[in-house]
Nanobody, 123 residues
Framework: QMRLVESGGGSVQAGGSLKLSCVAS????????WAWFRRVDGKEREGVAA???????RYADSVKGRFTISKDVAKVTSYLQMNDLAPEDSALYFC?????????????????WGQGTQVTVSS
């Protein structure tokens, strides 16, 4: 089944930027809906950004104007550019994808997940 591998996490100071990448392999086809989620210990997983196959993009209110999701269909890769990071953005970030044209910010909409990459923002 499809495998997703994230990279690009790390530690930055507040106001800094990071770009996360998620590469798919063992996929059936590249017509995917992509999303990024994050989870802080003790809290529910939060949908951060989603990019439908048909081009619709959604963001959580908490990241609008700071985060940008993108994708490279040919490379079967999704990206999350994160700017103006704040300590409250610190979390384990997960990539998710599924074989559908439309999907949103709900975790239950995706059947394929990466292992996560840690983002830590210090004040």
């Amino acid at each position: 089944q499809m495998r997703l591998v994230e990279s690009g996490g790390g530690s930055v100071q507040a106001g800094g930027s990071l770009k996360l990448s998620c590469v798919a392999s063992r996929y059936f086809n590249n017509k995917l809906a992509w999303a990024w989620f994050r989870r802080v210990d003790g809290k529910e997983r939060e949908g951060v950004a989603a990019f439908d196959y048909d081009g619709t993009i959604r963001y959580a209110d908490s990241v609008k104007g700071r985060f940008t999701i993108s994708k490279d269909v040919a490379k079967v890769t999704s990206y999350l550019q994160m700017n103006d990071l704040a300590p409250e953005d610190s979390a384990l970030y997960f990539c998710a994808a599924d074989y559908k044209f439309r999907a949103g910010l709900g975790a239950s909409e995706y059947n394929f997940w990466g292992q996560g990459t840690q983002v830590t923002v210090s004040s």
